[in-house]
């Protein structure tokens, strides 16, 4: 990639909501047992929430577009972004929802979800507004399966964007419908960094491996980072392609491993980066997230992350 002024204003479009992680679970619970953890914390969730602070440490202006209820959590969601310095213009406070939900469950290197929907994806196409998008220079859409009230305009949104001269990215998150489609492979060619999960790249492709996968993506989109946990991530984009080790840590928690690994990866992105030091910063930040749990994984700046790799080698590990 060409080096290219950094840019800085960025919209980010989905959830914010409470997690409640239970850390240190010996295993996870089966029917009718109760498990003991060692840890709870309750903090500000949702891939794009955290995404949004992440970003925000890392120096963008960051406007946050989503919806959450007339209630305590949905104020105290609006609170929390703000103490990061992420602008909640954007949002929506709407009487008729209820904020949504999620409990996390966490033996350090697995996890387990229940999710109340409520607010999580009831963002609409009118919330993004042609005055905010005329005033950032990169759209990033988190959480996009969650978002159902948005699927029919995606295409659109992404296409308008790239009318006005954005750069665009796309997280996918867990389809809690299992349909794995929602128009993302027709949207891709509008998608500048596609930033799925291996298990969410399998399954949109049917591909058998994570090359495989990213193969197909990057033949349809630009390009493609497949995040796989211990293994790293692989990133293709045209006719390169190559996989980034992941850097070897203490694991505590992995909720926000990947929102901050997505954060990274786009600072590198927007600043012009090569592909390779771009995927190296966001291992990197994805290493420092793990090692504290929940939103204290999250980045304090960029000198953070340039002080964890003057002092770390690259190693197969956890990040």
Request: net charge negative.
């Amino acid at each position: 990639m060409s080096k290219t002024k950094l840019r800085r204003r960025v919209v980010t479009v989905g959830d914010a909501n409470p997690d409640i992680i239970f850390t240190g679970l010996t295993n996870m619970p089966h029917a009718e047992q109760d498990t003991l953890a060692s840890g709870l914390e309750v903090v500000l969730g949702g891939q794009t929430a955290t995404i949004s602070r992440a970003l925000a440490r890392l120096g963008f202006e960051v406007t946050f577009v989503g919806r959450v209820g007339d209630d305590y959590y949905g104020g105290w969601a609006a609170e929390q972004l703000r103490a990061d310095g992420v602008d909640t213009s954007g949002m929506v406070i709407d009487p008729g929802l209820r904020t949504g939900a999620t409990v996390v469950l966490s033996t350090g290197a697995e996890r387990a979800f229940v999710t109340y929907i409520g607010s999580i994806s009831e963002v609409r196409r009118s919330d993004i507004t042609a005055e905010i998008l005329s005033a950032a220079d990169h759209l990033h859409v988190g959480s996009y399966f969650l978002q159902k009230r948005l699927h029919p305009d995606m295409l659109d949104l992404l296409q308008e964007a790239k009318r006005r001269g954005l750069t665009t990215s796309v997280d996918l998150g867990w389809d809690n419908f299992l349909e794995w489609d929602a128009g993302i492979l027709e949207a891709l060619p509008f998608v500048d960094v596609f930033l799925p999960n291996l298990v969410e790249a399998q399954q949109i492709t049917g591909a058998g491996s994570g090359e495989a996968a990213a193969e197909v993506l990057a033949r349809r989109g630009n390009i493609v980072v497949v995040k796989m946990g211990s293994e790293g991530c692989l990133v293709r984009h045209r006719d390169i392609h190559f996989r980034v080790p992941a850097f070897e840590v203490q694991v505590v928690d992995v909720t926000s491993a990947r929102d901050v690994f997505n954060a990274g990866f786009l600072y590198g992105f927007m600043a012009g980066w090569e592909l390779n030091r771009a995927a190296r910063f966001a291992a990197a930040c994805g290493a420092i997230a793990v090692s504290q749990v929940g939103s204290a994984g999250i980045v304090t700046g960029v000198a953070q992350v340039e002080g964890f790799l003057a002092c770390r080698a690259t190693k197969k590990g956890l990040y």
